[in-house]
């Protein structure tokens, strides 16, 4: 990945994750490399690749060979998250080891891009699927994500409520509506966009008329970029409704 090293293409990536002083990114560094240039690494090496060996890419200073890392991962766990796997003991035993380094390693995926990539396809997967880890029930699944939801790190925080975007396709809504209302107040502009952007998926996967009972019981108090991005898909006449509201 080092050999691949684009100046030119490391310019517009630093301006674009916003890595200057103050900015969420600030202190990011990148190669220059473009994702599918990414996930070409990522296919050559997902298969062999022993986990022991993956924390060394996510502790990586280059955004992008954390990506790599954290894709590692993903393909790693839908390999052992297939139908027939769903309840194999050896697959079930493969994904908590994964989602558990995931999880312990979390601060790392420390953008947006690098949250957005992983948490659906693995944590959000999880919440679907047998587990060993605690109890195994819907109440320590419960109890993660809030660990995650309710934690002082923007990148933890924003897993929790994107990796519902896993569960709302494949119908349950329940996850997206607990973690929209605990991040609702969350002062973070990236927080206001994952509410909404989740919010507007579980209302097109789901049902829009439990979006609209969401609304109508927080639309006063939500962040109007919140609010924008979980309309998007209604007519434009019962937009404009909600934004007078």
Not at 131 to 146: C, E, I, Q
Not at 169 to 185: H, K, V
Request: with cysteine; charged share 30%.
């Amino acid at each position: 990945m080092e050999s691949q090293r684009n100046e030119e293409q490391r310019q517009v990536l630093m301006r674009f994750f916003k890595t200057g002083p103050g900015e969420y990114g600030y202190g990011d560094e990148f190669l220059g490399l473009k994702v599918p240039q990414t996930r070409e690494v990522v296919k050559l090496v997902a298969r062999s690749l022993p986990l022991s060996e993956v924390p060394r890419l996510l502790l990586s200073p280059w955004h992008e060979v954390r990506l790599c890392g954290l894709l590692i991962m993903v393909d790693q766990f839908q390999r052992a998250a297939t139908k027939r796997l769903e309840h194999d003991a050896e697959a079930t035993a493969r994904r908590d080891a994964l989602l558990t380094l995931y999880l312990d390693h979390a601060e790392r995926a420390n953008n947006w891009d690098l949250t957005d990539l992983s948490a659906p396809k693995m944590l959000g997967h999880w919440l679907l699927l047998p587990t060993t880890l605690g109890d195994g029930s819907a109440a320590y699944k419960r109890r993660t994500l809030d660990a995650l939801a309710h934690s002082d790190n923007l990148w933890r925080q924003r897993m929790s409520i994107v990796c519902t975007w896993k569960t709302s396709q494949q119908g349950d809504p329940s996850w997206c509506l607990r973690y929209a209302e605990i991040l609702l107040g969350h002062p973070h502009d990236l927080m206001h966009k994952a509410v909404g952007w989740m919010l507007r998926e579980m209302g097109k996967r789901c049902s829009m008329d439990l979006l609209r009972d969401f609304l109508d019981r927080h639309v006063r108090h939500m962040a109007r970029t919140t609010l924008r991005y979980a309309i998007e898909l209604m007519p434009e006449a019962e937009r404009r409704q909600w934004l007078e509201k």
